[in-house]
């Protein structure tokens, strides 16, 4: 039998499989294939649920993501982190108005933020390469004191 059209889907296909080899080499290779199999199934979950890289990012921080601005110098708002996690929609920077998510066929780690002062009931994913964190401790009363100058 050739080993490269075996198909295994779950383990009751292996043991079922393995039990048809007559040769004790045969259920053996057909074993290391299996546990080769799962190895790399594992791999894969480990990489999904690794944390992310770069700053841990986490409720109650802040961070700067850029604005558009038509015919001026784009801005930077703050915004506020409700959540961080890998998703695979997000809303392109520099962020037009009106904001709008896309979805993409491949996963990132993104933040959930609300914009600060502008629209706090809104909850949009940014990816964390597209976000600075903002240094230092921030409360809703620098952020005023900042709007007004």
């Known amino acids: 039998m050739n080993n490269t059209n075996i198909r295994i889907a779950n383990r009751s296909d292996a043991i079922s499989l393995i039990e048809e080899f007559t040769s004790e080499e045969a259920q053996k290779e057909a074993i290391r294939d299996y546990c080769c199999r799962l190895e790399r199934l594992l791999e894969a979950i480990k990489a999904f649920l690794e944390p992310m890289k770069g ?3 986490s409720f109650g921080d802040y961070v700067e993501i850029k604005q558009k601005r038509y015919g001026k110098k784009n801005e930077m708002y703050t915004y506020k982190v ?3 996690f890998k998703s695979n929609h997000w809303v392109d920077v520099p962020v037009q ?3 709008k998510e896309k979805i993409r066929k491949y996963l990132e780690p993104v933040v959930s933020c609300i914009c600060c002062g502008v629209n706090e009931i809104e909850v949009l994913n940014y990816r964390i ?10 409360n809703d009363r620098n952020l005023q004191s900042d709007r007004n100058r």
């Open 129 to 138: 390469k597209d976000v600075r964190k903002v240094k230092g401790e921030m």
């Open 97 to 99: 108005t009106p904001a």
């Open 82 to 84: 409700i959540d961080s």
């Open 55 to 57: 700053d841990d990012l």
